[in-house]
């Protein structure tokens, strides 16, 4: 057992526990955007920072992947860690700013305006699907390709993959995708059942017009393919 | 964007072809149980110019990788190609300190020169021409290399000089392209050990290593592997007209000397070459007889 003091109350945990754990575990919330249970944690948002150390070496570091230490000292909600995730909430609106989840957390933080230069990105890198893909389909459909501001999520080549089982499980989990399906024309919108932007599965050019790649969709089993004849 | 997919896939068919299996596995048994998924898609590149999709999905399928993984890679780095290059490969620096030395005005300088944009292909398949992040040589920006050779401190005025040399070449013993010059392969006669040092290239290629004495003195020497070129280092200097004992470095045994040199009647020195037959030179520094006799 590891015994580490999380926002002035001594704690004891097992050892591997992660910050995020043992703090939600004794029920001091942190928000997260790109952890989930069940899925390794990867560290992308920095949504969950939390302060640790004391005085001038007390730094911010991702509580979904430091691992609990011995004797450790945890703020999860001090003023510096509160003025780190705001900024992170905003640079999140400004790069995703119709993502329901995102538009959720800046109002839970009382975030009513960003300060940075307007996005409109369909992805915003959390690589949610790609571990959702990879750890519980395993399937390794989908991955990161290229890198810097190209990096993206997709098959390799582009194409439809043929290790995908088509179980959705990345559209499911998206945070980026709450966007009602349009399908090709969105007044006849209907089912929001897929709801996603950058799925990653299928091969795009026959999906062009629309924001979905499934095929058929998993929601309203419209078979696209045919559809177009 | 469509169009330009249409242009890419049709050239990936046309040079997918040529991506035969045998030459992927090759490359896959020569790197088996290293384990580097980058050094074979490096020597991918360097066989093929570029990483054909075939040749990608060979490597996923024979290393249990997945495929994503492995395209994961190859859109990582910028040195390898997902698509055909042209014959000369470009590249110029934009790096933050070739950044405030000017590589924007040379990049602009080569496009316009080209007729391309960075990341695109001469319509004659003649340049490609792409931008780096920093090749570690900062204080010498703007940095541009081109075809392995690295210019510094390049201006606008110099450019079409340095296009024109790649066109031509810039050395003239380019293997592949004159067919009297080709890379040999070669062993001790003696203990059959190969000779080859690849962590010393001569023109590119590794070199041959054989220690040398000489007058109380031993060194070693290093010739290019290309048969038909006749460049060399050596340790110590060897003096013009010397004629040199050549030892193998790995069973230190003579290399003996079964004929004389028909031109200055020095002793020849064999070598086995791999995949059969002899080359001997003369242990004369300076006479360049030299025969292959090929089985
Ligand atoms: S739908 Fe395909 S890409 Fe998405 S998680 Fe399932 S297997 Fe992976
Ligand atoms: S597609 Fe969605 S889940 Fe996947 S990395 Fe992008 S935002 Fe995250
Ligand atoms: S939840 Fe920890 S970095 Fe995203
Ligand atoms: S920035 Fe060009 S070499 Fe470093």
Redesign the interface.
């Known amino acids: 057992m590891i015994t580490l003091r999380i926002n002035g109350l001594d704690v004891s945990v097992e050892e591997g526990t992660t910050l995020l754990e043992a703090a939600r575990f004794f029920g001091f919330p942190i928000p997260t955007l790109c952890y989930m249970e069940g899925l390794s944690p990867y560290g992308a948002c920095r949504l969950c920072v939390v302060e640790i150390g004391e005085g001038p070496s007390a730094k911010l570091v991702s509580s979904c992947t430091y691992p609990a230490e011995e004797g450790l000292k945890v703020r999860t909600a001090s003023a510096r860690v509160l003025r780190a995730r705001r900024m992170v909430l905003e640079l999140l609106l400004a790069s995703c700013p119709q993502s329901k989840t995102i538009q959720d957390l800046a109002s839970a933080h009382d975030i009513r305006q960003q300060r940075f230069r307007q996005e409109y990105e369909d992805c915003i890198l959390c690589g949610l699907c790609v571990r959702m893909c990879e750890e519980q389909m395993m399937a390794?459909?989908?991955?990161?390709?290229?890198?810097g501001e190209k990096r993206d999520i997709g098959?390799?080549?582009d194409v439809q993959?043929d290790?995908c089982r088509l179980c959705g499980g990345c559209i499911y989990v998206c945070p980026a995708c709450q966007l009602r399906c349009t399908y090709t024309e969105p007044e006849k919108a209907i089912c929001g059942g897929c709801a996603n932007l950058i799925p990653p599965c299928l091969e795009k050019e026959q999906f062009d017009d629309m924001m979905c790649y499934m095929n058929p969709c998993v929601a309203c089993e419209i078979d696209k393919k045919f559809e177009k004849k | 964007m469509e169009a330009n997919r249409a242009i890419s896939n049709e050239e990936n068919i046309c040079a997918e072809k040529e991506v035969d299996l045998k030459g992927i596995l090759r490359i896959l048994e020569k790197q088996e149980g290293r384990g580097g998924l980058i050094a074979i898609l490096e020597e991918i590149q360097a066989e093929y110019g570029y990483l054909p999709e075939k040749a990608l999905r060979i490597v996923s399928d024979r290393t249990r990788r997945s495929l994503v993984d492995v395209y994961g890679v190859a859109t990582f780095y910028r040195s390898f190609s997902l698509k055909p290059r042209g014959k000369n490969l470009v590249c110029a620096c934009v790096g933050t300190a070739c950044h405030v030395r000017g590589a924007p005005r040379i990049v602009e300088e080569l496009e316009q020169q080209l007729g391309i944009k960075a990341g695109e292909t001469t319509a004659d398949k003649e340049f490609t021409l792409e931008t780096v992040n920093c090749l570690g040589a900062c204080a010498l920006g703007p940095v541009v290399v081109i075809d392995g050779h690295y210019f510094s401190k390049v201006r606008k005025s110099r450019i079409s000089q340095l296009l024109d040399e790649a066109r031509r070449g810039f050395d003239k013993a380019q293997p592949g392209k004159d067919k009297r010059i080709f890379p040999i392969d070669v062993s001790c006669p003696h203990c059959n050990h190969s000779l080859m040092d690849e962590t010393f290239a001569i023109d590119g290629y590794p070199s041959i290593k054989i220690n040398v004495s000489f007058d109380h003195a031993d060194g070693w020497l290093r010739l290019s592997c290309l048969y038909g070129s006749y460049n060399f280092s050596t340790e110590p200097d060897i003096g013009v007209d010397t004629v040199v004992r050549f030892h193998c470095p790995h069973c230190r045994v003579e290399l003996p000397s079964t004929s004389d040199c028909s031109m200055c009647s020095a002793p020849m020195v064999p070598m086995l070459v791999r995949g059969g037959g002899i080359v001997q030179i003369c242990s004369r520094r300076g006479c360049r007889n030299h025969m292959l006799d090929l089985l």
């Open positions: 390794k459909a989908i991955g990161f390709r290229n890198r098959t390799p080549f993959s290790v």
